[in-house]
């Protein structure tokens, strides 16, 4: 290894020193050396869940976020500064691999904490509890095999990290470790291959800390393996020996700093980032790097956003001699990098209450780096709020340094296409030629999560990703019981210098969680290697017999190129070949015009517009050609794209209606009629004065309103009425408004309503506790004391005899006793209506305060099978409101809505054996055992959650000779009285038990 000196007398070409001031070590101690594994190829294989006998359900612990913004007047104040709104103009290649990774099959984890690493020939992937090697065409190699039985400890723990050393030619693993045996816990347990083969033999070794290390995040560097952690004491940064690991050594120093100057996030996971370097390329004696961001919006010291960088320069001979810099402040575009509180999650998912936190306020993993021949490049990704809103963005940022100057700004962006999605838990990184990858989660509240990607290449207009967004998998699920998602993905480049290797989580069904593994190039580096990278004109308008062509062509190789020859088809058609001159620079694009024109005068048709590059000597043609779509536009063409207003709610009324109006045509348009009509009745006509220019959107609100009083459902048509429009195809637009019965407490809680209401609600398998605060409004935006529980689901039985039910609940109003009153109605119809002959229970009082009351629920035997809304409504009777009114308000009290499935099937009750009961054995350091004895045969389930009523985990168990028998390992929870539920997810079994974690 080399050894550096703690007084830095000359600054070398290597290396700009970028503060003064160096400030010693706060900790040097030894990492243990566990001994060499056997190869991991020997290790047992997980198959199933299912199939473990005894399976292991784990908490993965984690320092909780409560992440909300400090300062209201802190920038941007709106919509971020640098956003780009659209998607890139140039065509992306499509994957080289895309290949499912691990998923929740094998693992009893939430979130996965996905993490992976490429090599020559293998990626190797962690989830949370479990290791898959595969080759780089997706096949399987090895596993699934568990992280404790490949790290030795025996634990599966979490956080998981996968790299490549490419230096080295090695893999490196990682996961923490906790116990309530204090020799054990606060451990960082690490393997590094013996060899190239991630399958072989590992040289293991744990380092002990002084506080748990949550969100361990790593880095390959020539001198050192860095590492920092989300720690809520003591040091924060370490430089682990990195050359000790690589040869197995039995003694290997662990030295741990604090970082001056910072000013920690103070809700949110603390996620400072060590440059990782990608590439076989670095400065001599380069100090290793840290990099944090500061948001104004956190208050405190920062007065405006910027990027922190540190050095860390580390003698592991003499570790005393090693030295952390004082900070280097980076000035950056404001960003507001706060999104919603802990535990509420920030975004939304297709039909369900619970959002998903995409996690704001930390550094995205990895942070790479790379050195070109004049310039260190560093990309830094982070999720931002684009507007306000929570639509989240991903700031990159493109940090350079050199032989002479400090770290600075080279370029920043934010990615997010103004689409209504958001974008979030990105990583990027450069290839050798200093093009950018960037693969992402994308969602919305219409958009199941999905993974995608983009990138730029070198010498585009800076801060922008130039190349078209791509899909690597498409979501098809949610998650309904945890905010909990990511918590990170992982991009990471292959030895080759130029593949972009990337995984991520996504929902393949509801609450089963996926992984997916994808990797694609924007260059290969080849000496030949030329294409079309866009087609520029025409676009759509009034096009003409003789229409001129301009490409974009890129060198995507190292060799300047002449004579490159080019077609042209249209429609499928060859309507010209022809020859680039050149030269054409590598690694740079040129623009093309033909010199045949196209016959492109149809007017309404599109025309399908493509060029190829046919180089002889090109190395990889797979990236030849472009396509694009051109439309011959109708003169005048206008239409309604769609109804905005009024949207479906409860208790509406007279509502106004608004349209957007498109204009399809070539020509600016301007006092036309438009109309709208509901349920077919007398339209409302009236006239848009103003202009639209072609391609141009805008808003009309009519000045009649609708009358949409009636509780039901109405179909709204508007459309323009454009006299010498040419295409009435797309002149309408429909939307269905339903006015739903939603009533609403007209008191809020500073008004005493807090005590009112229903706060905490059980039946069957639906348990919901509020703790002291009612007129709970869910969503937030919905109406006052109206909570929509509907993703909350339980199932009830109306066979006779097994349809007598005991919905408990309680109010915290203490002289409520007799006075807050109950009612609750299923909606057997589905007609949103709650009729008085659906009414189950009717203005009941609670006879206690404070305390469960328990009140008789009776399924009508002819109920209709299927899923149903249930309404529960609590309300102070002294008080106005109508406890007999589904649909009323009310001045106390709040309103909620659940979801039950009648079903008429036999349940697992009817199997048990006698009066069998759950059995719960406690063992040592908070494990428990938990055994159910019983014949049934079906699928059995166990949660736990806390006495908030907050599911931590649920998940299937399996059965064994006697009954379903699982092992909780809950060493990693805070002490406390926790529930245990047992089920058959029907709903009409259920098991609980107390359990106190020490």
Same mark, same amino acid.
């Given at each position: #290894?080399?050894?550096?000196?703690?007084?830095?007398?000359?600054?070398?070409?290597?290396?700009?020193?970028?503060?003064?001031?160096?400030?010693?070590?706060?900790?040097?101690?030894?990492?243990?050396?566990?001994?060499?594994?056997?190869?991991?190829?020997?290790?047992?294989?997980?198959?199933?869940?299912?199939?473990?006998?005894?399976?292991?359900?784990?908490?993965?612990?984690?320092?909780?976020?409560?992440?909300?913004?400090?300062?209201?007047?802190?920038?941007?104040?709106?919509?971020?500064?640098?956003?780009?709104?659209?998607?890139?103009?140039?065509?992306?290649?499509?994957?080289?691999?895309?290949?499912?990774?691990?998923? %929740?099959?094998?693992?009893?984890?939430?979130?996965?904490?996905?993490?992976?690493?490429?090599?020559?020939?293998?990626?190797?992937?962690?989830?949370?509890?479990?290791?898959?090697?595969?080759?780089?065409?997706?096949?399987?190699?090895?596993?699934?095999?568990?992280?404790?039985?490949?790290?030795?400890?025996?634990?599966?723990?979490?956080?998981?990290?996968? #790299?490549?050393?490419?230096?080295?030619? *090695?893999?490196?693993?990682?996961?923490?470790?906790?116990?309530?045996?204090?020799?054990?816990?606060?451990?960082?347990? +690490?393997?590094?291959?013996?060899?190239?083969?991630?399958?072989?033999?590992?040289?293991?070794?744990?380092?002990?800390?002084?506080?748990?290390?949550?969100?361990?995040? &790593?880095? @390959?560097?020539?001198?050192?393996?860095?590492?920092?952690?989300?720690?809520?004491?003591?040091?924060?940064?370490?430089?682990?020996?990195?050359?000790?690991?690589?040869?197995?050594?039995?003694?290997?120093?662990?030295?741990?700093?604090?970082?001056?100057?910072?000013?920690?996030?103070?809700? =949110?996971?603390?996620?400072?980032?060590?440059?990782?370097?990608?590439?076989?390329?670095?400065?001599?004696?380069?100090?290793?790097?840290?990099?944090?961001?500061?948001?104004?919006?956190?208050?405190?010291?920062?007065?405006?956003?910027?990027?922190?960088?540190?050095?860390?320069?580390?003698?592991?001979?003499?570790?005393?001699?090693?030295?952390? %810099?004082?900070?280097?402040?980076?000035?950056?575009?404001?960003?507001?990098?706060?999104?919603?509180?802990?535990?509420?999650?920030?975004?939304?998912?297709?039909?369900?209450?619970?959002?998903?936190?995409? +996690?704001?306020?930390?550094?995205?993993?990895?942070?790479?780096?790379?050195?070109?021949?004049?310039?260190?490049?560093?990309?830094?990704?982070?999720?931002?709020?684009?507007?306000?809103?929570?639509?989240?963005?991903?700031?990159?940022?493109?940090?350079?340094?050199?032989?002479?100057?400090?770290?600075?700004?080279?370029?920043?962006?934010?990615?997010?296409?103004?689409?209504?999605?958001?974008?979030?838990?990105?990583?990027?990184? #450069?290839?050798?030629?200093?093009?950018?990858?960037?693969?992402?989660?994308?969602? %919305?509240?219409?958009?199941?999560?999905?993974?995608?990607?983009?990138?730029? $290449?070198?010498?585009?207009?800076?801060?922008?990703?130039?190349?078209?967004?791509?899909? +690597? !998998?498409?979501?098809?699920?949610?998650? =309904?019981?945890?905010?909990?998602?990511?918590? &990170? %993905?992982?991009?990471? #480049?292959?030895?080759?210098?130029?593949?972009?290797?990337?995984?991520?989580?996504?929902?393949?069904? =509801?609450?089963?969680?996926?992984?997916?593994?994808?990797?694609?190039?924007?260059?290969?580096?080849?000496?030949?290697?030329?294409?079309?990278?866009?087609?520029?004109?025409?676009?759509?308008?009034?096009?003409?017999?003789?229409?001129?062509?301009?490409?974009?062509? *890129?060198?995507?190789?190292?060799?300047?190129?002449?004579?490159?020859?080019?077609?042209?088809?249209?429609?499928? !058609?060859?309507?010209?070949?022809?020859?680039?001159?050149?030269?054409?620079?590598?690694?740079?694009?040129?623009?093309?015009?033909?010199?045949?024109?196209?016959?492109?005068?149809?007017?309404?048709?599109?025309?399908?517009?493509?060029?190829?590059?046919?180089?002889?000597?090109?190395?990889?043609?797979?990236?030849?050609?472009?396509?694009?779509?051109?439309?011959?536009?109708?003169?005048?063409?206008?239409? @309604?794209?769609?109804?905005?207003?009024?949207?479906?709610?409860?208790?509406?009324?007279?509502?106004? !209606?608004?349209? *957007?109006?498109?204009?399809?045509?070539?020509?600016?348009?301007?006092?036309?009629?438009?109309?709208?009509?509901?349920?077919?009745?007398?339209?409302?006509?009236?006239?848009?004065?103003?202009?639209?220019?072609?391609?141009?959107?805008?808003?009309?609100?009519?000045?009649?309103?609708?009358?949409?009083?009636?509780?039901?459902?109405?179909?709204?048509?508007?459309?323009?009425?454009?006299?010498?429009?040419?295409?009435?195809?797309?002149?309408?637009?429909?939307?269905?408004?339903?006015?739903?019965?939603?009533?609403?407490?007209?008191?809020?809680?500073?008004?005493?309503?807090?005590?009112?209401?229903?706060?905490?609600?059980?039946?069957?398998?639906?348990?919901?506790?509020?703790?002291?605060?009612?007129?709970?409004?869910?969503?937030?935006?919905?109406?006052?004391?109206?909570?929509?529980?509907?993703?909350?689901?339980?199932?009830?039985?109306?066979?006779?005899?097994?349809?007598?039910?005991?919905?408990?609940?309680?109010?915290?109003?203490?002289?409520?006793?007799?006075?807050?009153?109950?009612?609750?109605?299923?909606?057997?119809?589905?007609?949103?209506? $709650?009729?008085?002959?659906?009414?189950?229970?009717?203005?009941?009082?609670?006879?206690?305060?404070?305390?469960?009351?328990?009140?008789?629920?009776?399924?009508?035997?002819?109920?209709?099978?299927?899923?149903?809304?249930?309404?529960?409504?609590?309300?102070?009777?002294?008080?106005?409101?109508?406890?007999?009114?589904?649909?009323?308000?009310?001045?106390?009290?709040? @309103?909620?809505?659940?979801?039950?499935?009648?079903?008429?099937?036999?349940?697992?009750?009817?199997?048990?054996?006698?009066?069998?009961?759950?059995?719960?054995?406690?063992?040592?350091?908070?494990?428990?055992? +938990?055994?159910?004895?019983?014949?049934?045969?079906?699928?059995?389930?166990?949660?736990?959650?806390?006495?908030?009523?907050?599911?931590? =985990?649920?998940?299937?168990?399996?059965?064994?000779?006697?009954?379903?028998?699982?092992?909780?390992?809950?060493?990693?929870?805070?002490?406390?009285? &926790?529930?245990?539920?047992?089920?058959?997810?029907?709903?009409?079994?259920?098991?609980?038990?107390?359990?106190?974690?020490?």
């Amino acid at each position: #290894m080399k050894n550096k000196l703690l007084i830095i007398l000359l600054v070398t070409f290597s290396n700009y020193l970028i503060a003064q001031e160096l400030l010693p070590p706060t900790e040097i101690t030894k990492g243990k050396f566990i001994g060499k594994t056997a190869a991991l190829r020997d290790q047992p294989i997980i198959t199933s869940n299912k199939s473990l006998g005894v399976s292991e359900i784990t908490i993965v612990p984690n320092n909780l976020r409560g992440n909300r913004k400090i300062n209201d007047q802190a920038l941007p104040l709106g919509a971020d500064p640098i956003t780009q709104f659209a998607s890139g103009q140039f065509r992306m290649l499509e994957t080289e691999a895309n290949f499912g990774g691990g998923n %929740s099959s094998q693992s009893n984890f939430t979130p996965p904490d996905p993490s992976g690493a490429v090599g020559p020939d293998h990626y190797v992937q962690g989830i949370n509890s479990v290791i898959n090697i595969f080759d780089k065409q997706g096949t399987l190699l090895l596993g699934p095999v568990a992280l404790g039985d490949f790290l030795g400890n025996g634990q599966n723990e979490g956080d998981p990290i996968v #790299m490549y050393d490419q230096l080295a030619d *090695r893999f490196f693993v990682s996961q923490f470790q906790t116990s309530t045996v204090a020799s054990l816990n606060n451990i960082l347990v +690490i393997g590094v291959s013996e060899t190239p083969d991630p399958t072989g033999a590992y040289f293991i070794y744990q380092f002990q800390l002084d506080a748990f290390p949550d969100y361990p995040h &790593y880095a @390959v560097w020539p001198d050192a393996y860095y590492l920092t952690a989300n720690k809520n004491q003591g040091n924060t940064t370490y430089a682990l020996d990195r050359a000790a690991m690589l040869a197995g050594e039995d003694t290997v120093t662990l030295v741990g700093f604090n970082l001056p100057g910072i000013v920690r996030n103070p809700g =949110t996971v603390f996620s400072p980032e060590p440059a990782n370097l990608t590439g076989f390329s670095f400065p001599e004696d380069a100090p290793g790097y840290i990099v944090y961001l500061q948001d104004d919006g956190w208050g405190g010291a920062i007065t405006e956003d910027h990027l922190k960088v540190w050095e860390l320069d580390v003698d592991f001979d003499e570790p005393g001699n090693s030295t952390v %810099s004082m900070p280097l402040e980076i000035p950056v575009a404001p960003f507001d990098s706060v999104f919603g509180e802990f535990g509420e999650g920030d975004l939304a998912q297709p039909g369900s209450n619970q959002k998903i936190d995409m +996690i704001g306020g930390v550094i995205s993993y990895a942070a790479n780096y790379r050195s070109f021949e004049d310039h260190n490049s560093w990309l830094i990704t982070f999720n931002v709020d684009v507007d306000g809103n929570d639509r989240s963005g991903i700031r990159w940022t493109e940090l350079r340094n050199s032989d002479t100057e400090p770290w600075s700004v080279f370029q920043q962006g934010t990615y997010a296409p103004s689409d209504g999605k958001s974008r979030f838990m990105g990583s990027g990184a #450069m290839d050798a030629q200093g093009n950018i990858g960037l693969a992402f989660n994308v969602g %919305s509240a219409n958009d199941f999560i999905g993974i995608r990607y983009t990138g730029r $290449f070198d010498g585009d207009t800076a801060g922008e990703m130039t190349l078209g967004e791509a899909i +690597i !998998v498409q979501g098809s699920g949610i998650q =309904t019981f945890s905010n909990r998602f990511g918590d &990170y %993905s992982h991009l990471t #480049m292959d030895p080759n210098d130029f593949s972009f290797w990337h995984t991520a989580e996504y929902f393949s069904a =509801t609450n089963f969680w996926d992984t997916q593994i994808a990797s694609f190039r924007l260059s290969d580096g080849f000496t030949n290697d030329v294409g079309v990278i866009a087609i520029d004109s025409p676009v759509d308008g009034i096009l003409t017999s003789a229409e001129t062509i301009q490409v974009a062509v *890129r060198n995507f190789g190292t060799d300047p190129q002449v004579d490159i020859p080019i077609s042209l088809s249209i429609d499928g !058609v060859v309507v010209a070949n022809e020859v680039i001159a050149g030269p054409i620079a590598p690694n740079s694009n040129s623009s093309y015009e033909f010199t045949t024109t196209a016959d492109l005068s149809v007017q309404g048709q599109s025309y399908l517009i493509a060029a190829e590059t046919s180089l002889a000597t090109d190395q990889a043609p797979v990236n030849n050609n472009a396509v694009k779509t051109v439309t011959h536009l109708f003169e005048n063409d206008l239409g @309604v794209v769609s109804i905005t207003s009024p949207e479906s709610a409860g208790g509406l009324s007279q509502e106004t !209606v608004v349209i *957007r109006i498109k204009n399809f045509g070539a020509n600016t348009q301007s006092d036309f009629e438009v109309q709208y009509a509901v349920d077919g009745g007398t339209a409302v006509v009236e006239t848009f004065t103003g202009a639209i220019a072609p391609g141009a959107i805008e808003d009309f609100t009519f000045a009649v309103q609708a009358d949409i009083t009636v509780f039901t459902t109405y179909q709204l048509e508007a459309r323009t009425n454009s006299v010498g429009d040419q295409d009435p195809s797309n002149d309408a637009a429909t939307t269905e408004v339903t006015n739903s019965c939603m009533p609403r407490a007209t008191e809020p809680n500073g008004a005493g309503c807090q005590a009112d209401g229903i706060k905490q609600f059980i039946l069957n398998t639906i348990n919901v506790d509020d703790g002291g605060d009612g007129c709970n409004t869910e969503p937030t935006n919905g109406p006052q004391g109206y909570a929509d529980r509907t993703d909350l689901e339980t199932t009830l039985s109306n066979v006779a005899g097994q349809n007598e039910y005991v919905l408990q609940a309680r109010h915290n109003y203490d002289a409520g006793a007799g006075i807050e009153v109950l009612s609750v109605w299923v909606d057997f119809n589905d007609d949103g209506i $709650f009729e008085q002959s659906e009414q189950l229970i009717q203005g009941v009082p609670f006879p206690g305060a404070n305390t469960l009351d328990s009140f008789d629920l009776v399924i009508p035997v002819d109920a209709p099978l299927g899923s149903h809304t249930l309404r529960a409504k609590a309300i102070d009777g002294a008080e106005p409101g109508d406890i007999n009114n589904p649909c009323s308000d009310f001045r106390f009290g709040e @309103v909620q809505d659940y979801t039950v499935t009648i079903d008429d099937t036999l349940s697992i009750d009817d199997f048990l054996q006698g009066t069998t009961d759950l059995v719960i054995t406690s063992l040592e350091d908070n494990q428990f055992d +938990i055994q159910l004895p019983t014949d049934y045969d079906g699928q059995v389930y166990v949660g736990v959650s806390n006495l908030l009523g907050q599911q931590l =985990t649920y998940k299937a168990i399996a059965r064994g000779n006697d009954g379903f028998r699982v092992l909780l390992n809950l060493a990693n929870l805070p002490t406390g009285v &926790y529930i245990v539920t047992v089920n058959d997810q029907s709903g009409r079994f259920t098991k609980t038990k107390k359990i106190i974690v020490q």
